[in-house]
């Protein structure tokens, strides 16, 4: 049939001046096909057609386009062999199950998937991870499409170059041995009010196990907004944020509905209005410190650190513009932050936090509990360090010099169980990730931090919790598979503070607290919400230590 269609024949050689010169003589085009006859030829066969043949045809045509699209960006990598038409896997992204993850991880060192319009590389071998944290001229942290939206299009975890680097200058100092050690007697204070909270809601429910895990997420929030703001943050903020903020988190899907943004009482749309109001509560904060260091107030909190090095740089500045030589200049000479940007800044410091640390604090009394051999080693160490008085407070020194074993406990808990799994980026160029694939241009790249950390020839028997792997064995030296937080110039900045915060929190829970954790079936199972959280939300009971 396309022969008769695209051929000239010797009948149509013959036919009649007269019917020539009623339309131009066609002239074949290379290989004797006259394009023109296809499209008359085209035009009386769908005349005739209905509105619903032209509406299938389309349809039909877009499926083969969005499949075609799909292949030929997927290449040689791993992935389903068919993209289902136009939404792909798009029911399961909403529930992501674990088993899922593993599964694409185990498909191969690069796979894919593609929802919607998005195309999705997931990279799960720790060299091409290191190679996409690393490659800031390919691509960005986007952690998901959604997220400027949420946290802002200026908050700056999304910014490069100097300006991003700009930004990392000003906090960096923030998390310096001295600044840290403010922090702690601020965080002794918020573990003391909530380990009273879980002694009481165990007593509140007679003695019987409940899930916990709302609990540990309104502690790591509020000891988050302490550490921020100091005293700046009401008590009445903090549980109202940390009853809130998991809005925001469950907002940041992977792939949103369209236009779901504008939606009332969608996830996206709770998710923006609970992050306003976050950042509305933190500008608050920061004007009311601004207000206070500047009558010669002691730094309690990160914000009070961070105006003191903007007056720093205003005082050395004003002095330079006014012509003094003999001036010192800051170790740290930043500009003024606008109490919005630092509102925007500490937003995403939550964010990375909350439930990260929430993920941490669930596993690691869970396991604790599980494993009363490694806790009585972790008491007996937090009871020595503070000389048989239970009560001391800890402090820097103590937690980083006089317990060894408490910290390989935490550093083995964020192996066993890391609170970041994935970091998604998005490809702002085609990214030749490997000599056989290129990663297109406006596809997401997610390096993945689970397998490196599970990696049996680096970490022997690595579904075990094994604390003494970082004490007698050789897990220290694997510097390239510890990708807890990340890597590159987005690495986290938080990479000192975060161990440290859980090593204060589980001795201390140690000296002064008895939990007993009952399994129900789902203990181990795993749920999937923004990181990881065991699926029947940590059944425990607490009681005061005698």
């Known amino acids: 049939m396309w022969c008769s269609l695209t051929y000239v024949t010797e009948e149509e050689d013959m036919i009649s001046d007269n019917s020539s010169s009623s339309r131009p003589q066609l002239q074949p085009l290379p290989g004797g ?61 909403l529930d992501p199950k674990w088993e899922g993850y593993l599964a694409q991880w185990a498909s191969g060192p690069l796979s894919c998937v593609a929802i919607f319009h998005k195309f999705v590389v997931l990279a799960s071998d720790r060299d091409i991870a290191h190679k996409v944290f690393k490659s800031p001229s390919y691509a960005e942290p986007c952690i998901v499409p ?143 410190c601004k207000a206070n260091m500047k009558t010669g107030a002691q730094p309690t909190c990160i914000v009070d650190h961070w105006v003191l090095h903007m007056m720093a740089s205003d005082e050395y500045r004003a002095k330079i513009a006014a012509g003094e030589t003999d001036v010192e200049k800051p ?54 360090a503070r000389d048989g008085d239970r009560h001391r407070p800890f402090d820097l020194d103590m937690i980083e010099s006089k317990l060894p074993y408490t910290n390989a406990v935490v550093k083995e808990l964020l192996r066993h169980r890391p609170p970041v799994i994935f970091v998604p980026y998005l490809a702002t160029k085609d990214f030749p990730v490997t000599p056989t694939y290129t990663v297109p241009k406006g596809a997401m790249v997610i390096p993945s931090c689970y397998p490196a950390l599970h990696d049996p020839e680096v970490y022997p028997n690595p579904e075990v919790f094994d604390p003494d792997r970082w004490i007698t064995g050789d897990a220290e030296s694997h510097t390239k598979n510890w990708l807890v937080f990340g890597a590159g110039p987005h690495d986290c900045l938080a990479r000192r503070y975060v161990p440290l915060t859980m090593a204060g929190m589980i001795g201390k829970a140690s000296l002064e607290l008895d939990w007993v954790h009952h399994p129900t079936p789902d203990s181990e199972k795993i749920r999937v919400f923004a990181t990881l959280f065991p699926m029947d939300g940590v059944q425990l009971v607490f009681t005061k230590r005698p």
């Open 146 to 288: 959604i997220a400027k939206d949420v946290m802002g299009h200026n908050a700056w975890v999304f910014l490069q170059g100097k300006a991003h680097a700009e930004y990392r200058r000003g906090l960096t100092p923030l998390f310096t041995n001295r600044a840290l050690a403010t922090y702690l007697p601020v965080q002794e204070r918020v573990l003391n009010d909530y380990f009273d909270k879980f002694i009481a809601a165990s007593a509140a429910n007679k003695g019987k196990p409940m899930a916990f895990m709302s609990l540990f997420r309104e502690i790591n929030c509020a000891i988050s907004c302490r550490t921020f703001f100091g005293d700046y943050i009401s008590q009445d903020a903090v549980k109202r944020i940390a009853d809130d903020f998991y809005l925001a988190t469950a907002a940041l899907e992977l792939v949103n509905v369209p236009l779901s943004t504008y939606v009332p009482y969608t996830k996206t749309w709770l998710g923006i209005r609970t992050a306003r109001a976050v950042n509305a509560e933190f500008s608050r904060c920061a004007a009311m």
């Open 33 to 93: 096909q006259s394009w023109l006859l296809v499209q008359d030829s085209l035009s009386d066969l769908m005349a005739g057609w209905s509105i619903w043949q032209y509406v299938v045809t389309l349809l039909l045509g877009l499926m083969a386009y969005d499949q075609v699209m799909y292949l030929r960006r997927k290449g040689s990598i791993a992935g389903p062999r068919f993209k289902i038409p136009f939404v792909g896997p798009f029911i399961q992204a």
């Open 331 to 384: 170790s740290n000479l930043i500009r003024e932050f606008s109490n919005q940007e630092i509102s925007s800044t500490l937003f995403t410091f939550l964010f990375a936090s909350q439930d990260a640390s929430s993920s941490a604090a669930c596993w690691l009394f869970q396991t604790l509990a599980q494993r009363p051999d490694v806790l009585d080693k972790l008491r007996a160490e937090n009871l020595a």
